[in-house]
């Protein structure tokens, strides 16, 4: 067996969440992540002895038998770089999604984020789109949270307002952003709302809460996310001042087409 502390994945998970919480997004123990892993990346990492079976509270049959490296609830992402084999855990799917062997971590006893059925919900649906999608994200960026207090939670009118903030905004999330209302959080009602959202949109924002940031790697994943606050950022600072410039709609069609990206056409006027 290979130490599990120098895995890649084990390694790429301390560096994001710690560098999410120097960005402020993750307060205390506020958000989580999930990784989806192949057996041939976990197996020469651990055994395979199951140490703990944890119920998930509900079914997932397209994710039976896959692997997930998943934050723990009430884990402060701070803590995470320090001590992963407390705030994390390795956890194989089984039951049809109802229950998670957990291989590694959660040493306390601890068990996954209380927004896992949002997470496996989310990791189902796209993987329908897209088979190479690993990574689900959730986290509480100020400049975005912000926003969602102080504009329409229209999720056309929201989209576009972020496209304007940044010139890149529209080639970085061309598919833009599903907005959902607040919901209460940990339950698998936001769970199948998120995967919803999640059929059409690799972010979703949670109004008044956070946002949800699904992607193939974690940097593809991390760089949507930072993508969006920086717009949320540029709009709480102007959002009170007179707008003398904007990026017009026209011009948000020539940089789509520029780069080649597939925009919801439907979200420009
Ligand atoms: O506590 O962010 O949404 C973790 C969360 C819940
Ligand atoms: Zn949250």
Redesign the pocket.
């Known amino acids: 067996m290979k130490d599990i502390y120098t895995a890649p994945f084990v390694e790429e998970m301390r560096k994001t969440t710690a560098n999410m919480y120097r960005l402020g997004w993750d307060e205390r123990?506020?958000?989580?992540v999930s990784l989806l892993l192949e057996e041939s990346q976990v197996k020469d990492y651990v055994d395979g002895a199951v140490l703990r079976e944890i119920p998930t509270g509900f079914s997932c049959p397209e994710l039976d038998g896959k692997y997930f490296l998943v934050t723990g609830t009430g884990k402060y992402f701070k803590n995470v770089q320090y001590a992963p084999e407390v705030n994390l855990g390795l956890v194989r799917l089984t039951d049809g999604g109802e229950t998670a062997q957990l291989l590694w971590g959660f040493t306390d006893g601890g068990k996954f984020?209380?927004?896992f059925p949002a997470h496996m919900m989310s990791h189902a649906a796209r993987l329908k789109i897209d088979p190479q999608n690993h990574v689900v994200m959730?986290c509480?960026p100020a400049n975005l949270l912000a926003m969602t207090y102080v504009h329409t939670l229209d999720e056309r009118a929201f989209t576009r307002t972020l496209w304007q903030m940044c010139t890149e905004c529209i080639v970085v999330f061309p598919d833009g952003v599903g907005v959902l209302p607040w919901m209460l959080?940990?339950t698998n009602t936001i769970g199948e709302a998120t995967a919803g959202k999640m059929k059409e949109f690799r972010l979703v924002i949670w109004g008044m809460?956070?946002i949800y940031g699904a992607g193939k790697t974690m940097d593809e994943t991390f760089g949507l996310i930072e993508t969006v606050e920086k717009a949320a950022q540029i709009y709480m600072l102007t959002a009170h001042l007179p707008r003398v410039n904007t990026i017009r709609d026209d011009q948000m069609v020539e940089l789509a087409e520029y780069f080649g990206v597939n925009y919801r056409k439907d979200f420009l006027n």
């Not at 123990?29 to 989580?32: E, F, L, P, Q």
């Open positions: 123990n506020g958000g989580n984020t209380s927004e959730h509480h959080c940990g809460h956070g």
